[in-house]
């Protein structure tokens, strides 16, 4: 069983619980005064004025300890009511109420994620060699060559032949283009703002990020001065991507209502790099890809 107890209740039981001890010990005080009609007091009030050892010991016949089990087990079930309090201590989130700037989140839509191309299966082994058993053939003896007589006279010169140096080798081909990573607009695993990691389904995951997007732009967005004297009001769209390692670029402004609406819009966009905000990147196929947002931000005067 759920127990939820808020943070009020908890602040008035602890009251109840201390002014209910304070009224048991007066009480108790009280009964052990009165213990045999205050006889005790005349008793030794007489002890007391001689002022002997015997009178260390106030009202020998009060025995107090016989209380001590009842005390006890009031102390248990205090803690324990203490405890349940404790452990039901629920905080509840606080309600964002919109205002006029506000983001216009718009409904998804369902779309089924892009399949990838499936890597082509290995070729088959090649077959393994055939031995071929060659037949003996009769090697035929090569004639030697003849003798040329290369002696040189000492009075005979000598030139050296003339050696042409090869031409020089081509210059190697130029590098191939540097392929561009693929930028995708719907994954498998959406990029999900800070903060959602612990919601349990996809779609949990997917509403609690847009409600911290929605949050952060309202907190940092600031109405231009110049659209406010001039009395303009409208959607403005930016499109950012993030990257794979969490972070924001690229952020462009698609539609533009003028008055500096679109760059006021694309600046609270780049103030999530400037805040140490990541993202959790988006994957498709067990690996984190590039992924586009277009982000409508509207501007309405009160």
């Known amino acids: 069983m759920a127990i939820e107890v808020s943070g009020t209740l908890v602040l008035y039981s602890l009251f109840a619980f201390t002014l209910l001890t304070v009224g048991i010990v007066f009480v108790a005080r009280y009964l052990m005064s009165k213990l045999n009609g205050g006889s005790l007091n005349e008793k030794y009030s007489k002890q007391a004025a001689t002022g002997t050892s015997s009178n260390r010991a106030k009202f020998a016949e009060a025995d107090v300890f016989k209380m001590s089990s009842s005390f006890f087990n009031y102390g248990l079930v205090v803690a324990l009511g203490i405890t349940v309090l404790a452990l039901g201590l629920t905080e509840y989130a606080e309600k964002v109420a919109g205002g006029d700037n506000f983001v216009m989140i718009e409904e998804d839509i369902e779309m089924e994620p892009p399949r990838t191309a499936e890597p082509p299966p290995p070729p088959p082994p090649p077959p393994p060699p055939v031995i071929q058993e060659v037949p003996d053939e009769t090697v035929m003896e090569e004639d030697e060559p003849d003798f040329v007589d290369q002696s040189v006279e000492a009075d005979e010169v000598v030139v050296a032949p003339i050696v042409k140096a090869p031409p020089p ?134």
Do not use: H
Request: proline content about 11%; aromatic content about 8%; charged content about 35%.
């Open 169 to 302: 080798p081509p210059p190697p081909p130029p590098p191939p283009p540097k392929e561009e990573e693929e930028i995708f607009m719907v994954v498998e695993d959406m990029p999900l703002f800070p903060g959602c990691d612990t919601e349990k389904t996809k779609e949990d995951k997917k509403k609690c990020s847009d409600r911290k997007v929605f949050e952060f732009v309202f907190k940092n967005l600031k109405y231009p001065v110049i659209a406010r004297e001039n009395g303009i009001e409208g959607t403005s769209v930016v499109q950012f991507v993030v990257d794979k390692d969490g972070t924001v670029k690229d952020v462009s402004v698609l539609k533009e209502i003028g008055g500096g609406c679109g760059e006021e819009a694309s600046r609270v966009v780049n103030t999530m790099n400037e805040s140490g905000i990541k993202w959790t990147p988006g994957r498709q196929r067990g690996r984190p890809v590039k992924v586009q947002f277009r982000l409508p931000v509207r501007f309405k005067l009160q």
